[in-house]
Structure formats: structure tokens, C-alpha cells
């Protein structure tokens, strides 16, 4: 048995207390652990790049997935701390933002964890301690982004305001929820 003193709010308000919460994790999840991690993986890249025979050739097709990468990591981050800044400043607004960030950041960082398995190839397994942090990121990185309940969650939020999203958007009014 719980004692009654451990109760978070009050009775009956939990679901309403998960909501809350969900659009604060989604953020600092994309955030904190996505980015973060990412920014792990590239730095593996760029190493296996340096260390390898041709060197780091920033006009080849390796060099362009860096960039991309690179670039897709400077967007998630302004996006994620976007989202944060807004639960700051309007909460009552964030509910969207936040889950549009958890999309985002996530479909768009598991892409590049790919391409930047590629480009490491056989690096990308080594276990030494050159690039063995890698095979770690490669796992976690996708069960990080999960969440509660994965894209599902996002999507459950995100479908039902598409419609309002679009016609805000054509008139160029601001969105309200």
C-alpha cells in the first residue's frame, strides 16, 4: 500500500498531471538525449574519416553526409531548445510544440544515425575505445526517442490539429489551441 502523503496532486487529476508532464519530457528527451547523443555519433564520423586512408574529403559523398547531418543537428537543436524556451514561457501553448519536436527530432536523427553508420562501416563495429561508443549510441539512441509510447503519442497529438494547423497557416494567423 502507498501512504495517502505520496500523492502527486490530487485525486482524479493524473491524467491530466501525465499530460502536463509528457510535453515537458518530449522536449527534453529530443532534446537532452537525441541531440546530445547525435552529436556523439558524428564526432565517431569525423574521426573514422581523419583516421581513414582517403582523409576527410568534404566534397565527396561522405563529406556532403557530414554537412547534412551536421546541419540536421544545428536544426534539431534550435527546434528542441524552441520547445523548451516555450514551455517557459506559454505551457499553456506547448502541448503542439512539443510533440511536433519529439517527431521531428526523432524521425530526422534515426535517418542520420544510418547514414552515419555508413560512413563509419566497419569502424562502426569496432568495441575498442577509438569507436566502440558508437555500437552503444546505435542502440540506445532509438529506444531513447521512444518515450511512453513512441511516434504513436506524437502522432495521436499532432493528427487531430493538422487541419487548424493548415488553415493558420494559409491565412497567416498565428495558431491558438
Known amino acids: 500500500p502507498v501512504p495517502a502523503d505520496a500523492l502527486i496532486g490530487t485525486l482524479g487529476e493524473g491524467i491530466h498531471l501525465s499530460l502536463r508532464t509528457f510535453q515537458v519530457s518530449r522536449a527534453l528527451v529530443s532534446g537532452g538525449a537525441l541531440v546530445a547523443g547525435m552529436d556523439s555519433a558524428l564526432?565517431?564520423?569525423?574521426?573514422a574519416l581523419g583516421d581513414s586512408s582517403r582523409?576527410?574529403?568534404?566534397?565527396?559523398?561522405?563529406?556532403?553526409?557530414?554537412?547534412?547531418?551536421?546541419?540536421?543537428?544545428?536544426?534539431?537543436?534550435?527546434?528542441?531548445?524552441?520547445?523548451?524556451?516555450?514551455?517557459?514561457?506559454?505551457?499553456?501553448?506547448?502541448?503542439?510544440?512539443?510533440?511536433?519536436?519529439?517527431?521531428?527530432?526523432?524521425?530526422?536523427?534515426h535517418e542520420d544515425l544510418d547514414e552515419l553508420a555508413a560512413v563509419l562501416g566497419a569502424r562502426g563495429y569496432d568495441r575498442g575505445p577509438a569507436y566502440g561508443g558508437f555500437q552503444k549510441l546505435v542502440r540506445d539512441l532509438p529506444v531513447a526517442g521512444l518515450g511512453h509510447a513512441g511516434t504513436a503519442d506524437t502522432q495521436a497529438v499532432l493528427v487531430p490539429h493538422l487541419r487548424?494547423?493548415?488553415?493558420?497557416?494559409?491565412?497567416?494567423?498565428?495558431?491558438?489551441?
Open 55 to 109: 582523409g576527410l574529403v568534404l566534397g565527396g559523398r561522405r563529406g556532403r553526409v557530414l554537412a547534412g547531418v551536421f546541419a540536421d543537428l544545428l536544426a534539431c537543436d534550435s527546434l528542441a531548445v524552441a520547445g523548451l524556451r516555450l514551455l517557459d514561457l506559454a505551457p499553456e501553448y506547448a502541448l503542439i510544440p512539443s510533440a511536433a519536436v519529439k517527431y521531428a527530432v526523432s524521425a530526422l536523427l
Open 164 to 177: 487548424t494547423l493548415g488553415h493558420a497557416a494559409r491565412r497567416g494567423e498565428p495558431w491558438r489551441e
Open 43 to 47: 564526432r565517431y564520423a569525423v574521426r
